[in-house]
């Protein structure tokens, strides 16, 4: 099973490197393809608590 990629196409990146569209890390973005599938899962978990702490939803 494959996870798709959390991207919507939104790219820009802020001044920590995280992306203001999925608020992946540019590493995350990176690496994604190359991620296990538990990888895959803890970074879109990462990337909820990101936008969550800025008042976002994804």
């Known amino acids: 099973m494959s996870i798709a990629s959390p991207c ?9 490197d995280v992306c203001i569209g ?7 973005i990176t690496e994604w ?10 970074c879109i978990k990462e990337s909820n608590e990101r936008a969550q702490a800025q008042g976002m939803s994804l």
């Open 8 to 16: 919507i196409g939104v790219c820009a990146l802020d001044n920590d």
């Open 33 to 42: 393809q190359l991620y296990s599938e538990e990888e895959q899962i803890a």
């Open 22 to 28: 999925c608020f992946r890390t540019a590493d995350d």
